[in-house]
Nanobody, 121 residues
Framework: QVQLVESGGGSVQAGGSLRLSCTVS????????LGWFRQAPGKEREFVAG????????ASSDSVKGRFTISRDNAKNTVYLQMNSLKSEDTAVYYC??????????????WGQGTQVTVSS
């Protein structure tokens, strides 16, 4: 029932910026939080950032803190990931994800198809 569609991926030079978008097709009140994971070749999928649909609860991984910012636009049913000062190690497929209930960690039940981010050094 819940569908997530990512956009905004692409290729960028190191030090550049990209903004990813994720549009959620569902009843917003049924989703507690939205967020982003990424998976690089040869690595496990890792948490990047998450944000609650209401309120100000948010979290991000130490590896992106200070460079990436997650935000939301409830009217557009969209969550964003603004990525600045990109590094080659940020290269990965980025997945939008949604969870129905909050908790001590972001645990999604729904996933998008992913969007490729490639950073050239």
């Amino acid at each position: 029932q819940v569908q997530l569609v990512e956009s905004g991926g692409g290729s960028v030079q190191a030090g550049g910026s990209l903004r990813l978008s994720c549009t959620v097709s569902t009843r917003s009140f049924s989703i507690y939080g939205l967020g982003w994971f990424r998976q690089a070749p040869g690595k496990e999928r890792e948490f990047v950032a998450g944000i609650s649909w209401v309120g100000d609860r948010a979290a991000s991984s130490d590896s992106v803190k200070g460079r990436f910012t997650i935000s939301r636009d409830n009217a557009k049913n969209t969550v964003y990931l603004q990525m600045n000062s990109l590094k080659s190690e940020d290269t990965a497929v980025y997945y939008c994800a949604a969870e129905r209930h909050g908790g001590p960690k972001f645990t999604p039940e729904y996933w998008g198809q992913g969007t490729q981010v490639t950073v050239s050094s």
